[in-house]
C-alpha cells in the first residue's frame, strides 16, 4: 500500500527538483514560465493567451512575456489560429517535450530520495525556519 507524501516530503521534493534545474546545463524558468509550460503540456489544449490567464488567475501581458520567454528557448511556441486570426495558439515543442521528460525523472529522482530519507528520518535533515 503506498503512502502519500506529507507536505514537508513534498515541499523537500520540489526544492530538491528546484534545485537540480538550477545547477544543470539547461534553462532556467521562474515559477510563472513553469506554471505556463506546464499547463501548456499537462492539460489538453488547445491554448490561448486569454485562456492561460484565465486559468493562471494573471493578466495577459504576465502570459505573454512567459512566452516570450518558452519561446526564445523553444519550449513552446506561439501560432495565429486560423479559425480566428484574432487568437493565438500555444503550441508544444520537440524540445518543450524532452524538458518535460527531464523535469520528470529528476522530480522522480528527488521523491525516491525523499521516500529513502523518510524512512530513516522524518525531517530528511532539513530544518525549516519559522517565518
Not at 9 to 22: E, K, N, S, W, Y
Not at 24 to 45: E, I, K, M, W
Not at 48 to 68: C, F, H, M, W, Y
Not at 74 to 103: C, E, M, Y
Amino acid at each position: 500500500m503506498a503512502v502519500a507524501p506529507t507536505p514537508d516530503q513534498l515541499v523537500g521534493i520540489m526544492r530538491d527538483t528546484v534545485v537540480a534545474l538550477v545547477r544543470r546545463d539547461g534553462p532556467d524558468l521562474s515559477a510563472r514560465q513553469l506554471g505556463v509550460f506546464l499547463t501548456c503540456y499537462l492539460h489538453d489544449g488547445p491554448h490561448t493567451v486569454r485562456g492561460l490567464a484565465a486559468e493562471l488567475n494573471v493578466s495577459k501581458p504576465a502570459i505573454t512575456r512567459a512566452l516570450d520567454r518558452l519561446g526564445e528557448l523553444d519550449l513552446a511556441r506561439r501560432k495565429v489560429d486560423p479559425l480566428d486570426r484574432r487568437s493565438v495558439l500555444v503550441q508544444r515543442t520537440l524540445k518543450g517535450a524532452a524538458f518535460l521528460r527531464d523535469l520528470r525523472a529528476i522530480m522522480g529522482e528527488a521523491a525516491a530520495t525523499s521516500r529513502k530519507s523518510a524512512g530513516g528520518s522524518h525531517e530528511s535533515g532539513r530544518k525549516v525556519a519559522a517565518g
